[in-house]
Structure formats: C-alpha cells, structure tokens
C-alpha cells in the first residue's frame, strides 16, 4: 500500500474527501510520530468514553442551527458567503424534519431567497453573487417547504434552467461558463419536477446524458468517463427515478456498491478505500432507499455512527465523530436518520431530500422502486 | 467542513483569535465590497484584477469573483492585443492557478478556470498540462479532479494527435503504471475499464490479437486479487471483464378466463406497461381485429405514468364469447424492472380454446434471432463491442475463472471478495448453460452454502447475503413448477397439478417452511397456487401475495412481517395466518383489508404486539369490514 496523504483542505463542501486511513499512520518522522500516535490515541480514548450519545439531541441541533446567522464574528463566516442560499436550505430542511420548520422566520427567510433572483431568473449563492444552476436549485426547494412559489417569477425561473441544457448532448451547464456535471442534470430535473414543467427540457436527451456517464461497476460518475462516487450516484439515480427511467440502472450490481460503502465502524464513505463521512448517510442512503435495498445496510451501526458524531455541547453533526460540527452534515446525518426511521423525525423523500409532506403537497408521485421486486 | 478536528479553546483563547480575526474580517469584507462594486459597475481595470487575486488566494470557492476574473481578461484580451500578449497573459494566469492549486487541490472551481484558459488561450502546451496532471496523480492517485482533468487534456491532444489510439495505448500504460504501483488503485482501475474497449476496437488487432489482450487483462487482475485479496478493484474489474448476460423475460402462464371474459398473463419480470399489449380475434377473412377491453397490474402499483407488476389481467369490454384470441407482447411496449433483464423479442400468444385446454394460450413461436453459436446478447456490458465467444467458449471461461477463484478461496477461506465473486459466477454458469435439473440443482445449493458463510463473514451486509440466499431456495424450490409441453414451442402450461396437489384438500399447494427466506423473488410462478404456506421464515412484507390470484389460504406465521398488503383484491382469500409477526397495530392489518374484494375471510393474528390493544379496535373493523373475522 502507498503512504496515504492527509488533506488539509477542508474548506469548500462540495463532495470532499479524506485520504486517511483509520488503522495506521504513514509517519515521516518516528520520534514524532511515536507523540503524535500517544496524543491520537489519548485524545481518542478521551472523546470516546465520554461521548458516545445513544439518541439525537434535536433541541439542541435546532438551537445550533438558528445561531449559524450569529457568527459575525468568524472569519470563517464571511469566507463562506457564496454558501448563504445553500446554507438556508440545509438548515430549513432540516428544521422541518425536526418539526420546527418555524424556527426560522418564514418572511425573512422568503425575502432573503427573492433578493438573490437575477434578472435572468437564475438564483446565486448569496445576495449580489452570481446566477448558477445549483442555487436555483436550492431557492425552489426553500420555497416549496416554505409553500411561497409566489413570491418569485417562475417563468423566469423555468427560462434559466431550461437555457442551462445543450441541446446536443442533453447535458447541463452550470452556468454560462459551461461546467458540465450530473449534478447539474439533477438540479435542473428535479427544479423543473419540482416546478412541473420538465416539459421545458428535453427529457430523452438528458437521460441519454447521463447514462454516458454509467461505469464498469453500476455507478455514475459527473462526466462521461469520470469514476462513480456516491454522490454523483445519488444525483443520477434520483434525477433517472424523477423521468421514470429506473429501469436503465443495474438495480443488484449499483446496490452491491452502495452497501459496500459500509465499513467497520458503521458510517459509511463515498468510494471504495475511502473515510466514512456522515452526508454519505444521505448520498448513499437515498440512492439505496430509491432502488429498494436501504434494507442491504446494517442500519444499527449506521445510527450509532451518526449520533455519535453530534456535538452535545454546541449541536450540529459533525462529518465524523470528534470533528467539528456544521449545517451540511447536520442536514445529512438527519436525512440518513429519516431514512433509517429513525423515531421523532418526519420522513424524508429520497429523491428531492425534501421532507415527504411537501412532495406530496406539491403532488409529485412516488418515484422509486416502490416494491423490491424483478430482482435477478 | 470536511476532517476538521473538533476543539473547545477556553473562552481566553477564543476571545484572542475573535480579536486576531477582527481585523482580517474588516480587511476581507473591505476587499470584497471594492471588488463586487467594480463588477456591478463593469469597470474591468488592473485594478479589478488585482482585487481578484487577493480574494481568490484566500478564498478559491468565492465562484462568482472567478467569473468577474474571467471577464476582466476577455475583456483585456479583446482590445487591441497581440496574440503574443494574449498567450503571456495566460501563462502568468496558469502559474496563479497552480499556487492556488496547491492549497486546494480539490476545488472544482480552479479546475474549471484551468480549464477556461487552456480553451481560450491561443497556443495551449497540452504535453506539459499532461505532465502536471501525471504529477498531481503521482501526489494523490484517486483524486477524482485529477483524473478528470486528465480525461479532458486526452480529449484535447487527441484532436490533434491523429492517432487517437496510439493515445489510448498511452493511457492504458498509464494506468498499468499505476495499478502495479499500488493494486488498490480503484481510479485506474475504473479508467482502465474505459480504454480497454477502445484497444479492443484496433481494427489492426483482429481477433488473432485480441485473445492475447484479454488473456493479458485476464492475467493482470489475478494477480491483483492474488496480492490483496481484500482489495475490491481488482475484483470488480473482473466481474466487468467477466461480463453478464442480460436476462431474458419471459411469460409464465397465459390464461384465457372464458367465465370471466379476461385474460391473465404472468411475466417473470415486474414489468412496466407503456403501450397496452394487444388483444385480437380473426375475422372472416383473417384480419386482425382489435378486442376492446383494459388491462391492469394486479400488484396495483402504480405512477403516474404507468402500472407496474408481473401478473396482469384483461377484462374485455364485450362479454361475447370468443373462441379465438390473439395477444401479443412488443420489447417497445414494457420496461423492465432494471437495465439487466429485457424482452428480446415480440410474444405472440394464440388461444383456440381446444377442449382439454380450454384455459391456455398457447405461446407462439417466438421470433428471435436464430440461435446461432457466435453472438452472444449484444447487450452485455463487456462483450458488445469487443470479444464475440460461442456460448461453449464463454462457458468454459466462467468454469476456468470459477477453478481460479476457487484455489485462491483454499487459501483464504475468509475471503469475501471470493465468495461474492463465486456466487457471481455460478449463477452466470447456471443461467447460461443448458444444465439438467440435477446440475442445477447443485449450482443453488452451492450458492445456498456460500451465502451461508458470507453471513458469518459480513455482518454489515447479512440481509443482502440472506436475500441472495432466498433467491436461490425459492428457485430451487420452484423449479419444476413450469412445465414445457411436448409440442416445445408452442406450449407452456403451468402445472397446477400432480406434485404441488395437498393430500388433504387436493389444491395446488406450495410450501417453504423455516428457510430463512427474506424475500420472494418471483411471486408470479405461484399464479396457480391455492394454498400457501411460508411460515417460519423471515418476511418483512406480504405485498408479493397480490399476484396469487388464485389464493385460499395463506400461512405466514412466524415471520417479520410488520403490515398486510397486497390482499385486497384476492378474491378468493378465505384464510390469512399472521400470528406471531411484528404488527404494532390494528390499523396494520386492516388497512391491508381497504376495500376488500373478497367474501369471508378469517384473518389469524395472536403473538402480534398489539393484541393487548383493547378488543374494541377489532370489533370497530369488524363491523366496518363485516366480512372479515379477526381469530387469535
């Protein structure tokens, strides 16, 4: 085996991932690493007996969640600005499965997604910033939980993400720069279901995209060629079971995969030879529960691994345990609870990771393999 | 905020680096507000540009001051601007992003401004871009950025390199490299799975040289899963190299219902309908004349924009009675439950309603391809474009793969990856060749056995060893229930006779005690069956009953079961055990029971956590539902 790097970047949240394995460190210096080894194994021992939570604090992850607008203070908070929009509708959402969907202001919070529409319908990350596919993406799903379409132009909305499509090759966009991703086929599929005007995308086109980036072991990667990883999976999987194309997966080999991504310690990670991380919970998670085998993960590890990676002192889940606690791995430790049923929260529909009420208030059928059936 | 370590700083320490970031918070935002200022107002000066570096250095996810930077430099570049200076201008924008880089090597945004200036720069040196993503992957081999980034600088030396292979050579070399470096290299392995297509495809190879290739390939990932056993891309790249043949949907009964004017039919795959299949008669002058009438799933589930299910029956809208009837079946009408399995040719059913037969449809002959040795299903993910094999090559490749893994599991008989591989390959044998019933029978129980062992191994991922287990007893256990009548062909009669027949009450039967099962997989093949019994086992849902059309009586005592479902439109349903599942209420049970289309039916439910419940639940169902009869 290689020696293993530690990543020191851990700022953006876009699909990151850590090359550290948990069973040994690659020292470059013995005496160094003979402290650095105690210390690890101290601090471990330390957080590990003291903290091993068997239920899920939702007060105090509600707390957490309305004092994330406080940290003025932070440098951290303004360096994350561009993730405002993308923020608000973690912290929603995972409010509402909380049942404390008020805990925000509804008013400020629909004021605060109209002020980032652009001329051209396009949503950015925060106020001022640019349009993007992504943040429209996530201002639809703020205003279908928060029940407000009105407040905005939707036609508008519906002319930016229909414009992000090449018509050639079905793909999407991300904005007028011309990043392509599945991600950005997702967010666009599920923007307009949730809009219900797919009518305005070439539907046949889009699928056709994204099964070019099917690979050699069930799974889907951003591009054509690029290698499958669970959050790409979940995108793919999603946007194919909101067009009712379910039936181009490899429902038993992609399945096999996916609870593959279950190691020891119960979490789960989004590659193979890769660290577990609680949003896994949901990218993984969903795509199992679409395709009919949540079933296939031990969902008592998992659960474990999830509580144990809150922070009982200022709330939040973290994206393992002993790791400092955010709004994104919040959302997603709840999300793979829900989908756990995991007692005290509402269900979560894994496709939009939207809680299930407000799909069915929008009136969108169930879209997935509703029965574990035609399995060869 | 990914693998950031969790620290609770005394309220001294906080209140210093509140302090210390005060001043880096005034100067940031004050940096930000100038920069977005001069957006809003397009002032694309120096000056811009410097601001944008200061932020992008700090801040490389700050997306929308990418793109303000972007337009800063085409604008530069559009007044009056030698391509000279152009070329300069990117050149020191490169080494700007390879600083940056360095910080952040997983940013998608660096990579897409990269990836900007290479397309909008006029002389982009593709070879050393190649080299400095060669590096990167030196540093970290499963950067996914990285290798996508190398995809795309491919694509681009491709089109100007006129030898597109001798660039896929390249590559596959490549990733040789970089599996014998480390075997545990799944990146590599993944793009190798991507090039090894295009090799194959060499018209210079010609089948002379692409045994060799594949023999090689062959080799290669043996001696991968040799070295580390444990490593799982080594394995997955064989099953790919392996291949699988897509599984062929058939019919397992067609009826025609005279009494009741329908017709029923039952597939082995949860189909979805997307054109209603079609329902004919001759007239006198032998034409095709379309039967009205609908069809509907009898599992009921649906969408919005089609039924699924396996059973599904046709009531004609005329209740005249035909003696002859047509139905036929296109691929282009159904989906499949998954991308593995598909209808290969159209069915066309034939009913003459002969005396003794009165309730079958005979099957057509199908029309399929002849079946000649040389192609296998053009669908198979490996074989489509590359390797033609007879069906007797392809066999004796499964049975030399099976040997192989075989040997390395006595040596590791802790391996899962050898027995997951075996269970594979088995079931491929199994499907593929002609074997006899006793041959087959010893391939299900093998794989009975290995998942056995595969449970004690993997206790994360029991319940899918436990439903693969399921599967193969319920085959085993089905196996002769369909019966091809001597005319081959033309006939399939489903055997509702002789072996499955109850001493007692001389009804087709079927049962499957205490076998562990978890899930029935293909419900359909029990259309006939009359009484059931799957007691003893584990079982979390009933919804498979549905497509038992015929079902009297059910024994599901002793399982997991959790709700009823799927029991509503059983018209013939006279008794239901459920004692001793995990139903928490009676709501469970009777909901199943909504709008029932059956007469009585006795529905067994003691050893169920809820039955402490006050009786006065089930005498309120009772009398809303009078048919049914709530037993302990």
């Known amino acids: 085996m290689g020696p293993k790097r530690v990543s020191l970047d851990s700022r953006a949240l876009e699909f990151k991932e850590d090359n550290i394995s948990t069973n040994y460190i690659q020292p470059d210096d013995q005496l160094l690493s003979c402290f650095g080894w105690i210390f690890r194994c101290l601090f471990m021992a330390s957080t590990e007996k003291t903290e091993r939570p068997s239920e899920l604090f939702i007060d105090l992850h509600v707390k957490y969640i309305q004092s994330l607008d406080t940290k003025k203070d932070d440098l951290e908070y303004w360096l994350t600005e561009h993730l405002r929009l993308s923020g608000v509708y973690w912290g929603l959402t995972a409010l509402d499965l909380m049942n404390n969907v008020d805990a925000l202001n509804k008013e400020e919070v629909v004021k605060y997604v109209v002020s980032c529409q652009h001329d051209n319908g396009g949503f950015g990350g925060h106020i001022g910033h640019d349009p993007h596919l992504l943040y429209t993406h996530y201002a639809v799903l703020i205003l279908q939980i928060e029940d407000s379409l009105d407040a905005v132009n939707v036609e508008k909305i519906v002319e930016y993400v229909a414009s992000r499509q090449d018509r050639q090759t079905g793909a999407f966009t991300g904005d007028e720069w011309g990043e392509i991703d599945t991600r950005f086929s997702y967010s666009a599929i599920s923007c307009l279901s949730l809009l219900k005007r797919l009518d305005a995308i070439d539907v046949k086109k889009a699928t056709e995209f994204i099964m070019l980036c099917k690979n050699f072991d069930g799974g889907f990667g951003s591009t054509p060629g690029a290698e499958s990883h669970a959050a790409q999976i979940f995108c793919c999987v999603g946007a194919l079971a909101i067009v009712n194309s379910l039936h181009l997966v490899d429902a038993d080999l992609l399945g096999w995969w996916l609870c593959e991504r279950q190691l020891k310690n119960g979490g789960l990670n989004g590659r193979p030879e890769k660290l577990e991380d609680v949003c896994y919970s949901w990218w993984v998670l969903s795509a199992l529960s679409i395709l009919g085998r949540v079933h296939w993960i031990n969902k008592e590890k998992l659960i474990d691994f999830i509580l144990t990676a809150q922070d009982l002192e200022t709330g939040g889940i973290a994206d393992r345990p002993g790791d400092m606690v955010d709004v994104f791995h919040t959302l997603f430790g709840l999300t793979g609870l829900s989908l756990l049923g995991y007692h005290g929260l509402k269900l979560v529909d894994p496709v939009y990771c939207l809680p299930k009420y407000v799909v069915q208030r929008v009136g969108l059928a169930e879209r997935y393999h509703a029965k574990y059936g035609g399995f060869t | 905020m990914h693998g950031r370590k969790r620290v609770k700083p005394t309220a001294e320490v906080e209140k210093l680096r509140k302090e210390k970031e005060a001043s880096k918070i005034k100067e940031y935002n004050g940096i930000v507000a100038a920069c977005l200022e001069k957006k809003n107002k397009c002032e694309f000066d120096n000056e811009a540009f410097i601001l944008t570096t200061k932020i992008l250095s700090q801040n490389p996810d700050f997306y929308t001051i990418w793109n303000f930077r972007r337009s800063i430099l085409l604008n530069e570049i559009s007044e009056d601007c030698s391509e000279e200076e152009k070329q300069q ?189 079609q329902v004919a008669y001759k007239n006198d002058t032998s034409q095709l004349n379309i039967v009205e009438g609908h069809w509907r799933s009898v599992s009921g589930s649906s969408d919005v924009d089609r039924m699924h299910g396996s059973v599904w029956i046709f009531t004609l809208n005329i209740e005249s009675g035909f003696n002859e009837l047509f139905v036929t079946v296109k691929p282009e009408w159904i989906v499949p439950s998954n991308s593995e399995v598909k209808l290969v040719s159209n069915i066309q059913m034939h009913c003459q309603l002969p005396e003794q037969n009165k309730d079958t449809l005979i099957l057509m002959p199908p029309q399929t391809v002849a079946e000649n ?212 209420s009676w709501e469970a049970v009777r909901n199943g029971f909504v709008k029932w289309q059956g007469g009585e039916c006795k529905v067994y439910v003691s050893g169920n956590s809820f039955i402490n419940e006050s009786d006065g639940k089930k005498l309120k169902w009772e009398k809303e539902m009078d048919k049914i009869e709530f037993c302990y």
């Not at chain 2, 444990?230 to 062929?248: C, K, T, V």
């Not at chain 2, 079927?510 to 009484?531: M, V």
């Not at chain 2, 024994?555 to 006279?574: A, E, K, P, Y």
Request: contains cysteine.
């Open chain 2, 89 to 277: 201008k990117f050149s020191s924008e490169l080494l700007f992003l390879q600083e940056v880089f360095r910080h952040n090597p997983k940013s998608y945004w660096i990579f897409n401004h990269r990836q900007w200036c290479l397309d909008t720069m006029p002389n982009p040196d593709w070879k050393s871009e190649l080299d400095l993503v060669s590096k990167m992957l030196d540093m970290d081999a499963r950067n996914f950025h990285g290798w996508n980034y190398r995809r795309y600088v491919i694509s681009k030396l491709s089109c100007i390199d006129s030898n597109a292979l001798n660039l896929s050579k390249t590559e596959f070399d490549f990733t040789t490299a970089k599996i014998n470096q480390n075997f545990s290299n799944y990146s590599a392995w993944h793009q190798r799975s991507k090039l090894l297509p295009k090799l194959v495809e060499d018209e210079q190879l010609g089948d002379q040289g692409k045994k060799p290739l594949i023999d090689q390939e062959f080799e290669l990932v043996k001696s991968a899963f040799y070295t580390d056993p444990d490593d799982q891309s080594a394995w997955l790249y064989h099953w790919w190299l392996i291949g699988r043949e897509i599984r062929h949907i058939s019919i397992l009964g067609a009826y025609y219902d005279s009494q009741n004017y329908q017709i029923i039919l039952a597939f082995d795959d949860e189909i979805g309908m997307l054109t209603p299949f």
């Open chain 2, 373 to 584: 040795t040389t192609i296998l299903s053009t669908a198979s993910r490996f074989r489509e474009d590359i390797l033609p094999m007879t069906m007797h090559e392809r066999i004796n490749l499964l049975k030399r793969e099976i040997a192989t893994v075989k040997e390395l599991q006595e040596i590791e008989p802790e391996s899962k990856w050898c027995l997951q591989t075996l269970l594979i390959l088995l079931r491929e044998l199994k499907y593929i060749s002609e074997l006899n019933t006793e041959e087959s029978k010893n391939i299900d129980e093998e794989v009975i056995t290995i998942c056995g062992q595969l449970i004690n191994i993997d206790k994360m991922r029991t319940k899918r060893f436990e439903d693969l287990r399921s599967r193969a007893i319920f085959e085993t256990a089905t196996n002769n229930l369909i019966q091809v009548s001597p005319n081959a062909q033309q006939e399939i009669i489903f055997r509702d006779n002789r072996l499955f027949m109850s001493e007692k009450s001389q009804l087709p039967t079927f049962t499957l005690t205490n076998r562990n099962l978890t899930i029935i997989p293909t419900p359909s093949i029990l259309l006939h069956i009359r009484i059931l019994d799957l007691s003893y086992n584990k079982l979390t849902s009933t919804i498979f009953l549905s497509n038992l059309i015929h079902l009297q009586e059910a024994d599901l005592r002793d399982n997991c079961i959790s709700s009823i479902n799927g029991v509503n439109n059983l018209r013939f349903l006279r008794v239901l055990n459920v004692q001793s599942n995990l139903i928490e």
